[in-house]
């Protein structure tokens, strides 16, 4: 049987409308705001690490392209990435 983690408990300051929409939210899902918050910043994190992961693998791509035109392409795309559009 597996070990259930460890919460901790934590306080964040919302603006006003940020925490309207996430009260809206939890109506919505019926469920607390706390589950509601929890589940945003699990997705967060998630689409960071995604994120990072594509930006690796760009760079590991434009490190090892020997096609000129693909490798201005990805230097590019990781321009975008680093510093957006």
Do not use: N, W, Y
Request: proline share 4%.
């Amino acid at each position: 049987m597996g070990r259930a983690e460890k919460s901790v408990r934590q306080s964040v300051s919302l603006p006003a409308p940020v925490a309207r929409r996430v009260r809206a939210l939890a109506s919505a899902r019926r469920t607390s705001a706390s589950r509601v918050l929890v589940d945003l910043i699990e997705t967060g994190l998630a689409a960071k690490a995604t994120e990072k992961a594509h930006f690796l693998d760009v760079a590991r791509r434009f490190q090892q392209a020997t096609d000129p035109d693909e490798s201005e392409r990805l230097q590019e795309e990781l321009a975008r990435l680093t510093f957006g559009d």
